[in-house]
């Protein structure tokens, strides 16, 4: 079963590969990885704000300027 806790970690390996790639300066890599966590993140805040980026009290002060590590740090602080 997959869960709420499941896909923060998946997140967190996707952030860490994003950056382990971006400091050999592989950009193409970051990329992909950027783009893996950018879509869970999504996910997680469809499900737990009823939108993308989310509007949940306290979060959109973040928007729309968030970074994909800010956007993950709200949802993995929120519960």
């Given at each position: ?23 050999y300066?592989n ?23 009823g ?29």
């Open positions: 079963m997959i869960t709420r806790k499941t896909i923060l970690i998946q997140i967190g390996e996707h952030l860490t590969s994003m950056n382990q790639w971006a400091l300066e950009y193409d890599y970051a990329s992909k990885y950027a783009n893996k966590a950018e879509s869970l993140i999504e996910l997680l805040e469809v499900y737990d704000c939108s993308v980026g989310g509007y949940d009290e306290g979060q959109h002060e973040l928007m729309p300027h968030a970074s994909l590590h800010q956007r993950y740090s709200w949802l993995y602080n929120k519960k």
